[in-house]
């Protein structure tokens, strides 16, 4: 998994046999192989750029002190806000710096969840938009906003994990292929066993003065 591996496969699946929860259970990454940091890396930055600017819009909102239910315009980098909505971002904000911080599966899987409640809060409240359910305080600025986050969240969460052509040194796709995973493992250590032998037998002869054959 350390070697890159620049193969595709054009008929996998996109999810395992075992279905996504079984995804979940076999692929774990090791951020010291360098296939596995780089999926982590994404997951990191896309949860730390979420968390930042729903941590800095909630401060914001309560440091203007309004109120916790209230129904009135009050914006805050032209979003619409409440207490309550305020209240939320902060919390939803310090669990993608949590995300950001742990990184590999958890940050994927907590951008995808996160993304996926992005969406639908954007349905949800351009439902009840101009009722009194809408409780959060939304405009349609905070809809369009809502599913922005949501599809970025979506997209940051699943990369490289949900594509039909990953490469062969992806921890995802080893997860849905163990046994073809074993064996062009095997077939490495093997070349690699090969080349070093090769590479002491020349060694070997330099030291006793002996000329390599020449094609």
Do not use: C
């Amino acid at each position: 998994m350390t070697t890159s591996y620049s193969r595709y496969s054009r008929k996998e699946p996109r999810v395992p046999d075992a279905g996504p929860r079984g995804l979940l259970r076999q692929a774990k990454l090791d951020e010291h192989l360098p296939a596995d940091h780089r999926l982590s890396l994404v997951y990191r930055i896309g949860a730390g750029l979420m968390g930042i600017f729903l941590v800095v819009f909630g401060v914001l909102g309560l440091t203007a002190q309004i109120a916790f239910w209230t129904t009135e315009e009050n914006t805050v980098f032209g979003l619409n806000t409440n207490g309550a909505l305020s209240f939320l971002s902060i919390v939803v904000g310090l669990a993608l710096f949590a995300g950001m911080i742990r990184g590999g599966n958890f940050a994927s899987t907590l951008n995808i969840a996160l993304g996926v409640g992005f969406v639908l809060s954007g349905f949800v409240h351009l439902a009840v938009l101009e009722t009194g359910w809408n409780i959060l305080n939304f405009r349609i600025s905070n809809v369009i906003f809502s599913f922005a986050v949501g599809v970025a969240l979506l997209t940051f969460g699943m990369y490289g994990r949900v594509s039909g052509r990953l490469p062969h040194d992806n921890p995802y796709w080893q997860a849905r292929h163990p046994g073809q995973a074993e064996q062009e493992q095997r077939l490495r250590h093997e070349a690699r066993e090969r080349q070093r032998e090769l590479m002491d037998a020349r060694h070997g002869r330099r030291e006793r003065g002996v000329s390599p054959p020449r094609n």
